[in-house]
T-cell receptor, first 114, second 116 residues
Framework: KQEVTQIPAALSVPEGENLVLNCSFTDSAIYNLQWFRQDPGKGLTSLLLIQSSQREQTSGRLNASLDKSSGRSTLYIAASQPGDSATYLCAVRLNYQYTDKLIFGTGTRLQVFP | DAMVIQNPRYQVTQFGKPVTLSCSQTLNHNVMYWYQQKSSQAPKLLFHYYDKDFNNEADTPDNFQSRRPNTSFCFLDIRSPGLGDAAMYLC???????????????FGPGTRLTVL
């Protein structure tokens, strides 16, 4: 059974710091891995999607890496801003044909203070 | 803008009183999903539709049902809500890629359900 864990559960940092959020998964047979952002009381916004054949994806100040063999992904946030404050969730898509199931981690709650 | 819309955003119901949550999409995606997210927990897939084909997760209680009358709309029915069903309910959509798998999922803003 696939399990997804995110460390740390919460993080509070001053503005301008570079951050690393961690995601680990127990079964390396994944199709892709996705990072989402969730603002309080809101839905999920997709940030980055990494296919199983890829090593990393970048979007602006965000960089996500994937090491399938070790069951790990990291989300790197450069030069953090107060507007980055949110919960960040990673989710893996299982590599079984015709399944569309995402397995989510419980998230890292990030607070960036001025 | 193309989007996933959920109504209502907040729903209060009484213990045991049936409730229906609504999701609509303008993305014309084939696949629609319903997730349950309890406070400080990960979203958990309840079921999804691939076109008209319904796919129920094995651990989804019978109390939860779904309908998809057309491509654009999908409903979540909770027949007899219990206190433990209070949660955020998230709807998402996706479309198939050329390989038969689906692309990234696009989420609506969610409906927060309170059970009194």
């Amino acid at each position: 059974k696939q399990e997804v864990t995110q460390i740390p559960a919460a993080l509070s940092v001053p503005e301008g710091e570079n951050l690393v959020l961690n995601c680990s998964f127990t079964d390396s047979a994944i199709y892709n891995l996705q990072w989402f952002r969730q603002d309080p009381g809101k839905g999920l916004t997709s940030l980055l999607l990494i296919q199983s054949s890829q090593r990393e994806q970048t979007s602006g100040r965000l960089n996500a890496s994937l090491d399938k063999s070790s069951g790990r992904s990291t989300l790197y946030i450069a030069a953090s801003q107060p507007g980055d404050s949110a919960t960040y969730l990673c989710a893996v898509r299982l590599n079984y044909q015709y399944t569309d199931k995402l397995i989510f981690g419980t998230g890292t709650r990030l607070q960036v203070f001025p | 803008d193309a989007m996933v819309i959920q109504n209502p955003r907040y729903q209060v119901t009484q213990f045991g009183k049936p409730v229906t949550l609504s999701c609509s999409q303008t993305l014309n995606h084939n696949v629609m999903y319903w997730y349950q997210q309890k406070s400080s927990q990960a979203p958990k897939l309840l079921f999804h539709y691939y076109d008209k084909d319904f796919n129920n997760e094995a651990d989804t209680p019978d109390n939860f049902q779904s309908r998809r009358p057309n491509t654009s709309f999908c409903f979540l029915d909770i027949r007899s809500p219990g206190l433990g069903d209070a949660a955020m309910y998230l709807c998402a959509t996706s479309k198939p890629t050329s390989g038969g798998y689906t692309d990234t999922q696009y989420f609506g803003p969610g409906t927060r359900l309170t059970v009194l």
